[in-house]
C-alpha cells in the first residue's frame, strides 16, 4: 500500500467507541495472506471437481438470489473471511448501528438510517431517550400525505392548477439516491407528473431543467441536510427567480414581497434538518419535511429526502420501497455470517481489495432502468470507504476505498468489458438482472428480454471461465491470431436476479449495498459515515470565488499554478 497519509500518533476517542481492532494484525488476516498467496484460482477445475459448488454459494436474501460462485473463492476462503468477521467483531459494530451507538466517530452521531425503515408496530426504538420511531412516522405520514395532495391535485400553484412538474433540487445524498430510485421505478411513476433533477451548479442544469416548464405546474423541492450546501441554494435562488419572473411576465403576481411570497409559499417545498435556514430561505416551515443528524445524506433517500419519489410512485409504493429495505436489514441483522449476503460481499470485496490486488469493482445492472444505480453506488461506497485514517485518528493498516464504476448492460459490453475480459487487472463485478421486465417486448416472436439476459449469463460465463489456445485453435482460428483471440477466464463475478425491479426489491438492493459498505468499513476500522474529504475544495472554492470574479488581490494570493489558470480564465470569458 502506498502510504498518502501524513502520519498519526494515537489520539484520544472522539466519543466512548471502542478503538477498532486492527484487522491486518490479526490471525485471520495472516492466514487468508497465506492463503492468497498459495491459492491458484481454477474456476473451470473447481467446477468440475465440485459440482455442488453452485449450489452451495448460491445464497437467498430477501428477493435477491444472489450467485458467489464464479468468484475466487473456496470453502477455505469463505471460512477465512468468516473468521476475520468474528475477529473484528463485524456482528457486534452492526448490532451497534442498529440500537443507535455513536458509531459516526469524528461526527459524534449515531448512523440509524435502518430506523427510517422500521415498520410500524415493533417493540419501540428509543435513542437518548426519543422515540425514534415514533419520530420517523410522524415525518414519514407527513410525507404521504402530501405526496397524496399532490398526486390527486389538492396541492395547486398559485393560479390554481394543479403539479405537472416537480423539480428536486440537491446534490450527492440529496439528488443521487432520489434520482436513481425515481429512474429504476419509472414503470410505477404517475402518468401525469414527471420529476426532474438539478443538482449541479453550472447553470446549465437549472436552465435545462426549467426552460420547458409552465411555472403554474410546477413544484421545487429543495432537498439538503445542511441547508448550506452551495450548489443547492444557489440552485435554489436560481429558480426562485426563476418562478418570480415567469410569474410577473404573465401577469400572475404584483412586484410586491407578498405575492413573492405567497408563490414561493405554493411552488417551493423543502426537506432539510435544518427547518430555520430553510424558513430564512423563504419556505414555510409548515412546507418542509425533517429528518435528523443520524441520517446520513448518501444514506438518505429513504427519509423524506424521498419525497419526489414518494410523489412520483405514490404512499403505498414508497411504503413497499421501505418495506424492502427493511427486509434486507433483518437479513443481514439475523443471517450467520456464512449465509449473509451483504456481509459475505463485503469481506469478498475486502479479499480482492487486500489480498488479490484489486483496485476497482464494476456495478453492471441488466436493467436500463437501474442506470443510475453505479452513479449512486459511487457515493454510497466511495464518500463512505475513500479514507485512509481509521475513526480513531490513527492510519489505516492496509488498503481501504475501491473504486466503484459501472454502467447498464449490455451498453457496457460494447465499451469497456474487453479490458474486464482480457485486460491485466482483476475487477470483481457485480451483474444485477431482474427476471420479469417492466416492458417485455418481443421481436418478431423472440422475447427481447430473455435475449437481454442471455448477454447477462453469457458475460459472467465467459468471464469466469474464458476460452483456452485449444479452443480458440480448434474454431480455426489462424495461429498468428490465436493469443489475441484467448479468454484467460478466472475474472470473477457475483450475479443477482431478482424477480421484478419492484419497490421492495429496489429498496432491497441499496440496503444490500449500504451494509456491503458498512462490513467493509469495520474490517478497515474507518468511519464510513462521515465525509471531511469533501471539505477542503468547498472551502477553497468560497475563497477562490472573489479572484474569478476579478479581485486582484485575492488572485495575488493564490499559488502560480492557480494564478495562472485563472488568469487564463478571465482572458478567455468574453462578458
Ligand atoms: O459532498 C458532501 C455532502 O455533504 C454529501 O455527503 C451530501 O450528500 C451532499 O454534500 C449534500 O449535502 P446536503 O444534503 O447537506 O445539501
Known sequence: MVNLSSGHGKRPTVNAQPSPIDAASTDAWTKLEAHAADLKPDLRRWFDEDPGRAERFTLKAADLTVDLSKNLITDETLALLDELATSVNVTGRFEAM?????????????????????????????????????????????????????????????????????????????????????????????????VRFVSNIDPADVYEKTADLDPETTLFIVASKTFTTLETLTNARLARTWLWEQFSARGIIDDTDAARTGAVA????????????????????????????????????????????????????????????????????????????????????????????????AVLPYAQYLHRFPAYLQQLTMESNGKSVRWDGTPVTSDTGEIFWGEPGTNGQHAFYQLIHQGTRLIPADFIAVANPARPLKDGGIDVHGLFLANFFAQTKALAFGKTEDEVRAEGTPEEIVPARVFPGNRPSTSILAPELSPAVVGQLIALYEHITFVQGIVWGIDSFDQWGVELGKKLALEIAPAVSGDGLALADQDPSTRSLITTYLEMRQD
Open 266 to 361: 405554493k411552488h417551493f417545498v423543502a426537506v432539510s434538518t435544518a427547518l430555520d435556514k430553510v424558513a430564512e430561505f423563504g419556505i414555510d416551515p409548515t412546507n418542509a419535511f425533517g429528518f435528523w443528524d443520524w441520517v446520513g445524506g448518501r444514506y438518505s433517500v429513504d427519509s423524506a429526502i424521498g419525497t419526489s419519489v414518494a410523489i412520483a410512485i405514490g404512499p403505498d409504493r414508497f411504503a413497499e420501497f421501505l418495506g424492502g429495505f427493511h427486509a434486507m436489514d433483518e437479513h443481514a441483522r439475523t443471517a450467520p455470517v456464512a449465509q449473509n449476503v451483504p456481509f459475505l460481499m463485503g469481506l469478498l470485496n475486502v479479499w480482492y481489495t487486500n489480498f488479490l490486488g484489486a483496485h476497482t469493482h
Open 98 to 194: 442498529l440500537r443507535g451507538d455513536k458509531i459516526n466517530v469524528t461526527e459524534n452521531r449515531s448512523v440509524l438510517h435502518t430506523a427510517l425503515r422500521r415498520p410500524r408496530g415493533l417493540e419501540p426504538l428509543v435513542v437518548n431517550e426519543q422515540d425514534i420511531d415514533a419520530d420517523v412516522h410522524e415525518v414519514l405520514d407527513r410525507v404521504a400525505a402530501f405526496a397524496d395532495d399532490v398526486r390527486d391535485g389538492n396541492w395547486t400553484g398559485v393560479t390554481g392548477k394543479r403539479v405537472a412538474t416537480v423539480v428536486n433540487i440537491g446534490i450527492g445524498g440529496s439528488d443521487l439516491g432520489p434520482v436513481m430510485v425515481y429512474e429504476a421505478l419509472k414503470p410505477y411513476v404517475h402518468p401525469e407528473i414527471e
